[in-house]
């Protein structure tokens, strides 16, 4: 490489941000390379946060991250955009036109050159083709797509407080998100009954559908158990073994042919990486446009390209499977291209990436949190839960907000957090 290469990150999120942040405090500072960082919002949100916003039990103006302001204060540059391909053959990215929120075109279709590429794209619910999906339901996979929800939520709540009516809701897929958003839709009329409707939270009627034999089918059985019961007990009915064949303008059909009638329907069901990515010039990926990646997180047949998070796919030697996509993945991922990059940038090699499992942990907002502990660190493998899950499942929100400002301004962040919490209202009310 030589002497200032063009490092180009496409995607802030749990992986993208916490790198071109680490290389931009060292490599970008120094003026060894140009860091940039691509993203077609303007602004992070860590993602597991998203059904939070979604729900509108926190402030999203608080906890979002504005990129041109980081880059500014962390040696890398940002632009706007979205990754539409690639060629290698001159080693640039093409982005799409950029156009306004009503529509208007800001910026035409573009290039940007690169001598190191790294895609750090994430993932996003995946339909399947399943139809009527991408037209009736909502997803929750971004910040724009989160705030979308929302919007229509508070609608149908108001709608259900003037009329006396129920207030479905369907949420098809019982992930991490799927899960969590359930749980804190149910916290959100709980504090809502306070501002003047004591009879709101009553009048929820929330089916969450799954078509594996049980929730949380990515985590240990005792997770599983543990939240489905505890779901069940805020008075959700849970569907598992359930296939939803289409999406209608007022329901769900199911596999055997039912209808199931709903005001609000989220898809939350399966992963997969954008589309454009299964279309790379001469880049290998799987049928759901992952990337596939050697143990260095090097595309298979391109050194100058990597990938990382749920982007990605790996199998690591002595595994069956692949990686999960979980930010945990994506967050060791991003801490080793951080640590190794420089060295190989310099003439040096590539270790091969190790993962270390520190476990699962998934929040029901207030109400209880559940996980195991992994193979590394104290108790390992042990189940918890409670206050002990719920405060282990808080301080991987700080541990990334540490990543990406610093011990100091971290603390001060959480410290104005907390401050807020106690002159705001709990809920988003306009």
């Not at 003047?196 to 049980?214: K, Q």
Request: net charge neutral; proline share 4%.
């Amino acid at each position: 490489m030589n002497q200032r290469s063009r490092i180009v990150i496409v995607g802030g999120g749990i992986g993208g941000l916490p790198l071109a942040t680490r290389l931009g405090n060292t490599l970008g500072r120094s003026g060894l390379a140009h860091i940039t960082l691509i993203d077609k919002s303007a602004t992070h949100i860590w993602k597991p946060m998203l059904h939070t916003i979604a729900a509108g039990t926190r402030d999203v103006q608080q906890q979002q991250v504005i990129y041109l302001a980081h880059a500014r204060d962390h040696g890398f540059d940002y632009q706007p955009g979205e990754m539409e391909g690639l060629d290698r053959d001159a080693r640039v990215i093409r982005l799409a036109e950029l156009r306004s929120p009503s529509g208007e075109v800001v910026i035409g279709p573009r290039t940007v050159e690169y001598d190191v590429l790294i895609l750090a794209l994430g993932s996003q619910a995946n339909d399947f083709g399943t139809p009527g999906v991408l037209e009736h339901c909502h997803f929750i996979d971004s910040q724009a797509q989160a705030e979308v929800f929302n919007e229509a939520l508070r609608t149908r709540i108001f709608q259900s407080v003037v009329t006396n009516s129920p207030l479905r809701v369907s949420i098809v897929g019982a992930g991490a998100t799927g899960v969590e958003l359930a749980a804190e839709l149910s916290h959100l009329l709980e504090v809502a009954a306070s501002y003047g409707d004591p009879g709101i939270h009553s009048r929820l009627n929330l089916t969450l559908y799954e078509s594996a034999p049980r929730v949380l089918a990515a985590f240990p059985p005792a997770v599983s158990e543990s939240s489905e019961a505890q779901l069940r007990h805020i008075g959700f009915t849970v569907r598992t073994g359930t296939r939803v064949t289409a999406a209608e303008p007022d329901g769900l059909r199911l596999g055997d042919g039912s209808m199931q009638q709903a005001d609000l329907t989220v898809w939350a069901a399966g992963v997969k990486a954008p589309d454009f990515l299964g279309k790379l010039d001469g880049i290998a990926a799987n049928r759901s446009n992952q990337i596939s990646v050697r143990p260095t997180l090097q595309a298979l047949d391109d050194d100058t390209i990597f990938a990382l998070g749920d982007c990605s796919t790996l199998t690591l030697t002595g595994n069956e499977r692949p990686l999960a996509p979980t930010a945990q993945v994506a967050t060791q991922q991003a801490q080793f291209l951080a640590k190794h990059l420089p060295g190989w940038l310099a003439g040096g090699s590539l270790p091969d990436f190790a993962f270390h499992d520190f476990g699962a942990l998934v929040s029901l907002s207030d109400y209880n949190a559940f996980g195991t502990l992994g193979q590394f660190g104290f108790f390992r493998g042990g189940f918890i839960k409670g206050r002990f899950a719920q405060l282990s499942h808080a301080m991987l929100y700080r541990q990334h907000q540490q990543a990406l400002h610093g011990f100091g301004k971290a603390t001060l962040l959480w410290t104005a957090e907390r401050i807020n919490g106690l002159v705001r209202p709990k809920i988003r009310l306009n």
